[in-house]
């Protein structure tokens, strides 16, 4: 059963809301502001102000500012601070020209004259307001990355940042400039982020192990991925690199504050966010993704650009059960996921992991008294019991963190809302219910079902409706867990001689897809009593004609 998040808006707010001009705000006049949002947001760029979010992008680079964005932008900061007013004074002091240092650089211009990050123009001189062109800012990314830059390959820095994976192609020649701005050198900075450093790991992968970033932001804003429980890896090896818009800005505020069970946040207005329903889509979009949020239940949003949230538990209750969710998962998948599994094992792992051990809450279903539990992944995997939302939830968490790509589909399915998951195998989409899988008796660990596992859109659409536009279509087979696993029978004749010759082998217990989809040339009544009849056994048997699964157990 699917629960419907509910959107509320007072009347007064949607008057309020509505009855202002309508003015469709423009998209900034700056090409990387959205990635300046970004990484300040992960503590990588201060900007002009040590209170607020001003990035002050149309500023001239020279070194002094270059060599302060950088420092932030590598994690520096710290040890920069731990410079005493006497180190920065000595280590500046042979410089004629370090008073006109701006007071807010001295300390990164000491650093980086101490640790070699950068040397005088002269014996004498530093130039702290030189402008710095696009070959020399990327030749500095280039050595924080840990590459040695001499003079030969000086001049095509800027190819070689490209090369490392911190440009796309296209972004070579238009940072090849004589004077750059402070908005180029966040886009280069940016870029940089999904280069491969001199111990091949890419730098936000680096900058995740020194705990200059928190893993849980880089998952996310996407900028990585698991491909096994523990193990990450930049989510920008064989794409382009990943630019966030002003539609990310507003999704980054509403998912920290999700997350987090805030109840109110102040909503920055841009073109993502000018209409209720914009808001409306982004929040919609959070919750889909990001299945570790937890009791969200609606919103409202008055004119002056205030969100505020509701759930249906207070936010110590949240936190706990998002503390102990956290905790579960990682220790299932230190039990289920070995290291030299392949993603289909994986998927077969979580998929009975949770067959075996949730329960589908019918006695709140039949009660009409469904816990909010029951609808989460906390509920699946902490408390055993769970309906769709929470099957759904839980296997999105456990694939996504096992390194297999899954999202969440919502739907209806016999007339009910109904939520299940789309699984992505060698680049191919597959519908997965585990919900239906699932034979609610309580004795699971034999009866296991694979009839929804990795099916296409035609087969599901039988009993399940969905909104097609707005999710990946599904058409392969080859990792159906029956075609995979070879359980395929071509018609009534080869399902009898497959099952006999399964007896004979010592199995009891068969299970076979039936390829033949007329239901006038398959009668399982009849398959069943051939079968009793050569064997001399009792059975008991059923027959999905949805996805025309045959199963059978002999006494």
Not at 212 to 221: G, H, I, Q
Not at 299 to 308: A, D, E, F, M, R
Not at 331 to 339: A, Q, V
Not at 357 to 381: H, P, Q, W
């Amino acid at each position: 059963m699917k629960r419907k998040k509910i959107i509320l808006a007072s009347i007064l707010i949607v008057i309020c809301f509505f009855s202002m001009a309508h003015v469709s705000l423009a998209e900034s006049a700056y090409r990387y502001e959205s990635e300046a949002w970004q990484l300040y947001r992960m503590g990588l760029f201060a900007g002009a102000s040590a209170d607020r979010f001003n990035p002050d992008l149309g500023v001239k680079l020279d070194r002094q500012i270059g060599i302060t964005l950088l420092l932030n932008f590598f994690g520096k900061t710290p040890e920069v601070k731990l410079l005493s007013s006497k180190d920065i004074n000595e280590i500046l002091s042979p410089y004629t020209d370090e008073h006109i240092i701006s007071k807010w650089a001295r300390p990164y211009m000491a650093y980086a004259l101490k640790t070699g990050m950068i040397v005088g123009t002269s014996s004498t001189t530093l130039s702290p307001q030189n402008k710095l062109d696009g070959v020399s800012f990327a030749a500095m990314i280039l050595r924080q990355l840990g590459y040695t830059v001499d003079r030969k390959e000086f001049i095509d820095s800027i190819q070689i940042l490209s090369d490392k994976g911190g440009l796309i192609a296209s972004e070579v020649s238009f940072f090849n400039k004589r004077e750059l701005i402070k908005d180029d050198a966040v886009g280069m900075a940016y870029g940089s982020l999904f280069a491969t450093c001199d111990n091949e790991k890419s730098l936000i992968e680096n900058l995740i192990s020194s705990d200059t970033v928190s893993l849980e932001t880089a998952l996310s804003y996407n900028l990585v991925r698991y491909y096994n429980p523990g193990s990450i890896e930049s989510e920008n090896l064989n794409s382009s690199i990943k630019r966030p818009a002003g539609y990310q800005h507003a999704y980054d505020l509403i998912l920290e504050a999700l997350l987090s069970a805030k109840t109110s946040i102040v909503l920055p207005k841009n073109e993502h966010t000018d209409t209720f329903e914009e808001i409306v889509d982004i929040v919609n979009t959070c919750l889909r993704e990001n299945p570790e949020i937890l009791y969200y239940s609606s919103l409202t949003y008055n004119h002056n650009g205030v969100l505020t949230f509701k759930y249906s538990k207070d936010a110590e209750t949240i936190k706990n059960h998002k503390a102990k969710l956290e905790e579960k998962v990682e220790t299932i998948l230190s039990e289920i996921i070995k290291p030299d599994m392949t993603d289909f094992q994986k998927e077969i792992a979580v998929h009975d992991y949770l067959v075996k051990n949730c329960e589908y809450d019918m006695l709140g279903y039949k009660g009409n008294s469904i816990k909010e539990e029951s609808f989460t992944a906390y509920g699946a995997l902490c408390s055993g019991v769970a309906v769709c939302e929470g099957y759904s939830e839980a296997a999105s968490i456990l694939l996504n963190r096992s390194g297999v790509k899954a999202k969440i589909i919502t739907g209806k399915s016999k007339g009910v809302g109904h939520a299940w998951n789309l699984v992505k195998l060698d680049d191919e989409w597959y519908h997965l219910d585990i919900t239906w899988n699932d034979p609610y008796q309580t004795d699971k660990k034999s009866d296991i079902k694979y009839h929804y596992f990795n099916i296409t859109d035609s087969e599901i659409s039988q009993d399940h409706q969905w909104d097609k536009d707005k999710y990946e279509t599904c058409t392969a087979t080859k990792y159906n867990y029956y075609k995979y696993n070879n359980l395929i029978a071509k018609n009534q004749d080869e399902f009898i001689s497959r099952v006999i010759e399964e007896v004979q082998r010592g199995n009891k217990e068969i299970a076979l897809q039936i390829l033949e989809s007329d239901p006038q040339k398959f009668d399982m009544k009849t398959a069943a009593k051939t079968l009793v009849n050569k064997l001399f056994l009792g059975c008991s048997y059923s027959y999905n004609e949805v996805v025309r699964v045959a199963e059978i157990s002999f006494n």
